[in-house]
């Protein structure tokens, strides 16, 4: 595998590649990596001819009391994680090219940006469109991977492209989660063992939900009510936000009907943790 750590060296890569006749595939990460990344990994590698990751800690996604100081870091694991898929190229760049004092431009999706993670971190996906426009000129792939895990994300992302006719196809990953039902995510290490324990209630609730759809409930205020119910019983959790909407729009629902997500963000302890669930009925 090699480390790339320049703009101008991975655009040279990305454009041999492409003289050469083959495909680039890309997943764009901020590293600590887990099966849950290594499984989008895979699916660009059954897409794409080369592999390239990236590990960035994007500080503009990041709001003032955030966790960029704290975010989880170990690269030398990280390393050896990618060498276990085959990852072609680690791109690892800095805040210093990324954002020289100069910088001014930024990416903005509207409306899809403004509700769920959008209400409490307002910025945040202006950070992530941001960077992953930046990431792809730097990368230049024919194909792009994201997870599930991260809905709204995933949407606003194939938005941007579809809207700023990027050459780039966004596909987009299961969710993959732990043993016992909690969704992969490098947030859980700062769980104390309470916490962790705690933390399953998320995708527990939701499989309650599902249980519910499908013996007949389609009142979304008698679903969300269920699950706010379900994760307040837990001593260290309070509720960001849980929300029924529609996939396309994000709008709210009254009811189940359709394609639906079912997505929620809760603290636990300090931390917090999103989880969703796709309905189709
Ligand atoms: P992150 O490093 O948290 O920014 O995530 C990088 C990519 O991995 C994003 O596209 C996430 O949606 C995706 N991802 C994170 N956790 C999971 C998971 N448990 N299952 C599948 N994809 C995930």
Same mark, same amino acid.
């Given at each position: 595998m090699t480390i790339i750590e320049t703009i101008s060296e991975m655009q040279h890569y990305a454009d041999h590649w492409r003289q050469q006749g083959k495909t680039i595939g890309f997943v764009p990460t901020m590293g600590y990596l887990h099966e849950g990344h290594l499984s989008l990994m895979r699916l660009a590698k059954t897409r794409a001819d080369v592999l390239v990751v990236s590990i960035y800690v994007n500080?503009?996604?990041?709001?003032?009391?955030?966790?960029l100081d704290t975010y989880p870091r170990d690269l030398a694991r990280d390393q050896r994680l990618l060498e276990s898929v085959e990852c072609d190229v680690l791109f690892l760049p800095n805040d210093a090219i990324m954002y020289p004092p100069e910088y001014r431009t930024y990416v903005t999706v509207e409306?899809? @940006?403004?509700? %769920?993670c959008g209400t409490s971190r307002p910025r945040h996906f202006r950070g992530v469109t941001t960077i992953v426009t930046k990431l792809f000129h730097c990368v230049k792939p024919h194909v792009a991977v994201f997870g599930q895990k991260d809905a709204q994300q995933a949407l606003i992302i194939k938005r941007m492209t579809a809207d700023l006719n990027m050459d780039v196809e966004i596909i987009i990953g299961e969710i993959v989660r732990e043993a016992d039902g909690v969704a992969m995510s490098?947030?859980?290490?700062?769980?104390s063992p309470a916490e962790r324990e705690d933390a399953r209630v998320l995708s527990q609730s939701l499989q309650k939900a599902q249980e519910a759809i499908a013996q007949g409930e389609r009142s979304t205020a008698t679903l969300i009510e269920m699950i706010r119910t379900m994760i307040a019983q837990k001593p260290t959790t309070t509720i960001d936000y849980v929300s029924i909407v529609e @996939?396309?729009? %994000?709008h709210d629902v009254a009811q189940i009907e359709g394609e639906v997500l079912i997505a929620l963000a809760v603290f636990v302890g300090k931390t917090r943790l999103i989880d969703n669930a796709l309905i189709r009925v």
């Open positions: 500080p503009t996604q990041f709001g003032a009391n955030e966790d409306e899809l @940006t403004e509700n %769920l490098s947030r859980n290490v700062y769980l @996939t396309k729009t %994000l």
